[in-house]
Every structure is written in C-alpha cells, then in structure tokens.
C-alpha cells in the first residue's frame, strides 16, 4: 500500500517517487524542497525507466518552534513539499509528518486500566496522539526480570504496526515506563527502535522496600508467619515471591540493576514516591 507519511522519529524514510517523467527530463530539471522543519532529502536521486525517486528522512521532532502551540495539540500535519519538473509546480498526494508512537508500560503488581488509561485519554485528546500501546504485561508483573525481558520489544512491535497499517512509516518508538518497567526498558530496550525513555518513579538503583520485603517472603513456604503474609500479598493481587522483588533488591548480586541501565538514547527521569 502506498505510504502516506512518517512519524518523527529522525529516522524513518519515505521515497518520493515522480513517475512517467517524458523523454529528456534530466535531475537536475527536478527540484525538490523541503522545510527544514519537516526532515531532509538525502543525496540519492536518480532517474530509471523514467522514474525519479528521492528519499526522505523523518525530522527528529514534530513540533516547530514557529508553531509551537498549534503542534503541540495536533498529531499529525501536512508536509512541506514542493515539486517541480521543469519549472513547473506539481500537485503531491497528501503526505503527513506524525507524532512518534508511544509505548506505556506499568510496573510491578500493576496493569494497564490502573497506571495509564487516564494518561493515554489526555495525550489522545489533549495532544493529538494516535497511535499508543498500553496492553501491558499484567500476567507477569510479579515475575523475575528475565521472564519479563521481552515486554519491551513486544509493545514496541505492536505500535509500530500500527502505524504500518494506517501506511505510516515508524521506526522508533517513545518509552513512557512506570515503576519495575523503566529498569526493564533500561535492561532489555532496544536503541533501534526507541526514540526516548521516560522513567516515571523507577527504582534505577534497587528498592530498599523490595530488600525489607524479600526478607519476609523468602523463606515463605517453610516459615508459617512469612507464608501468611506472602498469601495475604498474593490474594491482593501483590505476589511477591514469584521473583521480581527478589531482582528489586539493592544488594542483587552485585550490581544487576545499575550494570544493566545503559541503553544510549535520551532518558528523563520523572522522581517522586512509588510502592516499589
């Protein structure tokens, strides 16, 4: 199907493609501008068959500085292209730039309506957001790091598919994770296929409430007082010896945590009081 935009990513492409050119149309009859705010053409043009193809590279944001306001409320918008063959303008399909797909991850004993279905309404309705996965992993949220260490690329692959579906080009994807899930991002994301991530109340360097909480739950199955509250935990919907907790530590053999967050791409840190 034909491709009808990009997202703003900085790295998603597009060919443009002028077709039927008549006998005698050389490159440099063609001329192809484009604002600066809306991406970049690279240096690849050619003519085959009588077909001129360019490629087109996504701009690394959406919003413009001159249009700040209006693009911050707006998820897509028309690109700023002009063609012309021998001097004379052509009419282009219609072709959007378009915000970068979000991915919204919750963290331990959480779910998707709890942590983030009011945040997905605002940046829908508010901001313009189309395309936004937040199915989360609630079957696993309890569950040691490794069962969980490709939750990320999952999410990642749903938006972007999406976004192919409605003949958006994606690569990239940001990251909003709350809790557990912004050191899952940080230990199994992948930098090709993440824009950003937003951290929001993770424990980067391990948990002390995990340390205290795992010192209650770790022998529960022989210690009747330990195994009551594991229960008590569990049919809360916290289940905290299925070994998340465990990897949460601030003593996990030796520096699992802080080792493994350095995925280099942009990260903000949003800090505040979280249960774990």
């Known amino acids: ?100 797909p979000v991915v919204l991850l919750h963290g331990i004993w959480d779910n998707t309506g709890r942590s983030w279905d009011a945040f997905k309404d605002t940046l829908k309705n508010k901001y313009g957001y189309k395309y936004i996965d937040n199915r989360g992993y609630a079957e696993t949220n309890a569950a040691h790091f490794e069962e969980n260490s490709g939750v990320i690329g999952k999410a990642i692959g749903r938006v972007l598919r999406s ?12 990251v909003v994770a709350h ?44 210690n009747s007082f330990e195994k009551a509250i594991a229960d008590m935990l569990a049919a809360s919907g916290h289940n905290a010896t299925a070994g998340a907790v465990e990897d949460m530590r601030t003593h996990t053999d030796g520096t699992a945590i802080v080792a493994g967050n350095k995925i280099d791409v942009p990260t903000r840190t949003i800090a505040g009081i979280s249960r774990l």
């Open 179 to 222: 809790s557990m899930c912004g050191i899952l991002t940080k230990l199994y994301g992948n930098a090709s296929n993440i824009k950003s991530i937003t951290t929001v109340g993770t424990p980067h360097l391990g948990s002390e409430c995990a340390d205290w909480l795992y010192t209650l739950v770790d022998d529960a199955d022989s």
């Open 1 to 100: 199907s034909a491709v009808k935009g990009v997202a703003a990513d900085g790295t998603s492409k597009a060919v443009v493609k002028i077709t039927k050119l008549r006998e005698g149309i050389t490159k440099d009859k063609i001329t192809l501008q484009l604002a600066d705010s809306d991406g970049s053409l690279e240096d690849d043009a050619k003519i085959a068959n009588n077909v001129y193809t360019r490629t087109l590279k996504a701009p690394e944001f959406f919003v413009r500085k001159d249009h700040s306001s209006k693009d911050r409320a707006e998820g897509s918008r028309k690109i700023n292209l002009t063609i012309t063959v021998d001097q004379q303008k052509l009419d282009i399909p219609e072709f959007t730039i378009n915000k970068a």
């Open 163 to 174: 976004c192919k579906d409605d003949g958006i080009v994606a690569k990239k994807a940001d």
